[in-house]
C-alpha cells in the first residue's frame, strides 16, 4: 500500500479512539439540590377575611302607621334616650277614626242598654205566661248580640287609640342616630311593610365585625378565638377582635358556601388624640348632670352648651327693647334647656327668620322640627366622640385559629417538590411512582397510606405527605404526617425525624441531564391532603 493510504488509515483510526475515549471518560450531569432543614419552632395558622364593621347593637326605628312626617325632632349623631319622641305622623286621619270608634261605642252602648230593658221585661211577662218561650228566647239573642257588638265596639275604640298613639315615633332604646331615613312632608306607607324612618346605635364603645368564611375553613373558626383586623383609613394601627358568634346559617352565593363570623371589638380613640390608649365609655352613658358634655374618648358631648349669663348679655339690647327684664329672660331660658335636654333647643336666629303659622307660632322652639330640613337646625346632645371605628368600614381580618409551641416544621416547598423529573435513567425508588396515590390490587401499598372506600374495583389510598432526603447522593423519600401550616412552614411529623435534618425544597440549576428546563420549585408530590 501507498505511504499516504497508511498515514490516513492511522488518522483515522485515533480519531475514532479519541472520541470513545471522551465518552467514556467526560463527568456525568449532576443535578445540584437545593435544601432546607428540619428545624423546631411556633406554628400559627391563620384565616384571612374581609368584613365590615358595625354596632353591636343597631335598631332600624320605623312606622307602624301611614301618613305624612309632621314633625322630626332628632338628626344625625343626636344622642337620644329611650321613650324620647323623635318624630311624628300627622294624626289628623287617626284622631278621625277614634271618634268615629268612640261614637261608635256610645251606639253601641246605647243598643245594648236597650237591648237589655227589652230581655228584662220579656223575661218578667214570661214569667207571668203573658209571652212564650219563642219570643223571650228571641229578646234573649237581640241582648246578647248586643253585648257582643259593644265588645267589638270597645276593640275598635282601644285599636284607634293606639293607631294614633303610634303616630308618636318614640327612641325604643338609648344611643345616637346614625341615618335618618326621612323628611318632614314626606308620605310613609305602612300597609305591607314597616319603613323605616331612623337608624340608631345603641352603644359605639363596642363594634361588630363580620365575615364570611367558606365552608372549607368554616370548622377550624370557634368562639374566643383571637382575630386581628385592620381598615383602610388607619392601615398602620392592628385592632384587637374575639370571635364572638359562628352562625350556622348557610349563604350560597353562586354555588360557593360561606358562614356569617361575628367579632366584638373595643373602640379606641383615634390614635394622636388625647384619649388614645383609654377605653371609650359607653355612648348614651353621659355623666349624670352634665347633659352628656364630658367630652372623654368618644363620649356623647353636647356642642355648645351656653351659658345662661353670656346670653343674656349678647341678648340684651333686643330682649330689653321688648320689655323682657334680665330675670324673665334667665327663667325663660333655664325651662328651654331643661325643655332640650342640657342646651335650650333651639335656634334664635332661625326662629326669628320664621313666619308664624297657625301650627308653629314665631318662636316657638318646635317650628324647625314641623319644617323640611328643620331636624339638622335643632339643638340638643350631639355625639362628637373621636372614636377609630366607625359604621360600614370595611376590615381586612385575620384569625388565629390553631397554634403550636416548639414543634418540627419544614419548609412547604419541602412537601411540594418532587425528585422524579431530575432523575435520568436511574431506578425510581420502590412502591408506588412518585407523586401517585397507591391502589389496591395495583401495586404494593406504602406503609401508613390511609385509605377510603371506593368503587368495587378497589379501596383509593389517599396521597402522602412526604419529604425528601438525600442518601449516598440519591433522593430518599421519608413519610411523615403533616400538621398545621402558616403558609411557609408546615408542622411534621414521623418516626426518627430529628431536628437539622437537611431535606430537598428544589434545584438550582437551569438545565437538567437531559438538557430540559427545570420546572419552577420542582415537580408537584407528595402534596398536602
Known sequence: MKRNTWIGLGIGIALVAG?????????KDEVKWRSGKVERGNITQRINATGAVSPV????????????????????????????????????IWETQLADARAGLERAKTNMDDARRQYERAKRLAAEKLL??????????VYQTAVANMENAKASMDRAKANLDYCNITAPVDGVVIARLADVGQTVAASFSTPNLFQIAQDLSKMKVQVNIGESDIDEVKVGQRAMFTVDSLPDKQFTATVSLVRQEPITTQNVVNYVVEMIVPNEPLPGSEDEGKTAPATPGA???RGGDHGRGGAPVAEGAPDPEKAWERMKDRMTAQGVTKDQFLKRFKERMAEGGGRPGWSRPALNAMPATAS???????????????ASQLGGPKFTGNLALRSGMTANVTISTNQRRDVLRVPNAALRFNPAAFIKDEKKPDGPRLGQP??????????????GTGSRGGMVARREDRIWVLENGKPKAIVVKAGISDGQFTEVSAEGLTEGLQVLVGVDTSKQAGGSAAPLGGAPGGGRR
Open 360 to 374: 308653629a307660632p314665631a318662636g316657638d322652639p318646635k317650628a324647625l322640627a314641623r319644617i323640611p330640613g328643620g
Open 287 to 289: 355623666e349624670k348632670g
Open 132 to 141: 212564650a218561650d219563642q219570643d223571650l228566647e228571641a229578646k234573649q239573642v
Open 438 to 451: 397507591a391502589m389496591m390490587g395495583g401495586g404494593p401499598r406504602p406503609a401508613g397510606a390511609q385509605t
Open 19 to 27: 472520541g470513545a475515549a471522551y465518552v467514556l471518560t467526560r463527568p
Open 57 to 92: 347593637v343597631q335598631v332600624a326605628v320605623g312606622t307602624q302607621v301611614s301618613g305624612v312626617i309632621s314633625a322630626l325632632y332628632v338628626d344625625y349623631n343626636s344622642i337620644v334616650k329611650k321613650g324620647q319622641l323623635i318624630a311624628q305622623i300627622d294624626p289628623t
